[in-house]
């Protein structure tokens, strides 16, 4: 007879509990990407792996062997976008102390100004924008893609920098809180093949660059004008200058968070 008590102790409890979180997690991760093909492929030779154990076919079994140690050496080069997202948010968990920049409302507030008067007035023009602003994961090696400038953010500067048929025009602009870090850089392009047909390589490598770090990338569509948002690779396609000011606003908010660790000591020392 099963023994209920021993099998639900808090142990087993938490266990199960961290297991199912992973597993959750990284179906959050790989859905809407490559990996899911790749995750079917290798179910369906583990099943007739089994199969072919089971009815003894010496050969197809040894094949499938191999094929499997072979998987061990490709998956980590296949998977490596996945693993490099799934670590950067293990990084940006708020598990590690001093993890979170401290940006105050007032800060965020002076960014999204001197952004959403350029960011209408491209709309209204019809000028194509690309521009993503880090935030706890560093965009360097996509900085280095570009032309350096490290200016004061402001409405003008943009404005002259997306200027059409310009060398700083195409390619993405990379802001860090009120400083244009470079302009004319190159975005990863999402390999999602659920995103609209409709919607041109600006788009996509906006996801892109989301899909493999924590950046809100702001979007003007050359073709209609539309302004979008794209962030942890969901795009929200053709939204209102009021939408777009109160995303930025939440998204660029962020006060130093204390880690899981220390408000434990807090309460503790509260309690002492």
């Known amino acids: 007879m099963v023994d209920w008590?021993?099998?639900?102790?808090?142990?087993?409890?938490?266990?199960?509990?961290?297991?199912a979180i992973l597993i959750y997690k990284l179906i959050t991760i790989v859905k809407g990407t490559r990996a899911?093909?790749?995750?079917?492929?290798?179910l369906l030779l583990l099943v007739l792996s089994v199969i072919s154990r089971v009815l003894q076919l010496t050969t197809v079994n040894w094949i499938l062997t191999q094929v499997q140690t072979m998987l061990l050496v490709a998956i980590p080069i296949v998977f490596q976008p996945e693993l490099r997202r799934a670590l950067e948010q293990i990084g940006n968990s708020s598990l590690i102390p001093g993890n979170k920049k401290s940006r105050s409302d007032a800060k965020a507030e002076r960014i999204v100004d001197q952004l959403m008067p350029f960011l209408t007035d491209a709309s209204k023009s019809h000028t194509g924008v690309l521009l993503a602003i880090?935030?706890?994961?560093?965009?360097?090696?996509?900085?280095?893609?570009?032309?350096?400038?490290?200016?004061?953010?402001?409405?003008?500067?943009?404005?002259?920098?997306?200027?059409?048929?310009?060398?700083?025009?195409?390619?993405?602009?990379?802001?860090e809180d009120d400083t244009i870090l470079a302009a004319s850089c190159y975005l990863p392009l999402s390999e999602n093949k659920n995103i609209n047909k409709a919607l041109g390589t600006r788009h996509r490598a906006g996801i892109g660059l989301s899909?493999?770090?924590?950046?809100?990338?702001c979007i003007v569509s050359e073709e209609t004008g539309a302004m979008s948002v794209a962030e942890g690779g969901r795009l929200m396609h053709n939204i209102s200058e009021t939408a777009l000011r109160e995303i930025l606003l939440d998204r660029l908010h962020t006060e130093t968070q204390k880690s899981i660790w220390q408000r434990l000591r807090a309460e503790l020392e509260g309690k002492s």
């Open 5 to 19: 008590t021993e099998l639900l102790n808090p142990i087993n409890i938490l266990d199960i509990a961290i297991v």
């Open 36 to 42: 899911v093909q790749l995750i079917k492929g290798i």
């Open 134 to 175: 880090q935030r706890e994961v560093g965009l360097n090696e996509y900085v280095n893609t570009g032309i350096r400038i490290n200016g004061q953010l402001s409405t003008q500067l943009l404005g002259n920098i997306f200027i059409s048929n310009t060398p700083l025009h195409d390619g993405a602009v990379i802001l």
């Open 211 to 217: 899909e493999v770090s924590d950046a809100v990338v």
